[in-house]
């Protein structure tokens, strides 16, 4: 198949994922109970074995600092600085 006869395809998966995310973000948006309720019926186990693991706690804090807007800048100021002593012109 040709990228142009790809197209169309691509087109109707990427509007039915565009729908199930809005339908998602409505079902969030009026607190839909059962959502509410799968919700935290999943997220109870990790809850439980990070409160009772202090070592998980810090490794996700850690994890959640180095990912942060600024974590991440510098990173990518990290990066760019170490591609330009190799004239490369990825770095900018």
Do not use: Q
Not at 52 to 73: D, F, P, Q
């Amino acid at each position: 198949m040709t990228e142009a006869e790809l197209r169309p395809v691509r087109l109707r998966w990427s509007a039915l994922c565009f729908v199930l995310f809005a339908l998602l973000a409505l079902l969030v948006r009026i607190s839909w109970e059962p959502l509410l309720t799968l919700d935290a019926n999943v997220g109870r186990g990790p809850e439980e074995f990070t409160s009772n693991h202090h070592a998980a706690y810090l490794l996700w804090r850690v994890l959640a600092i180095i990912t942060s807007t600024l974590g991440m800048t510098i990173a990518t100021v990290v990066a760019a600085l170490a591609l330009v002593p190799n004239n490369r012109r990825a770095a900018f």
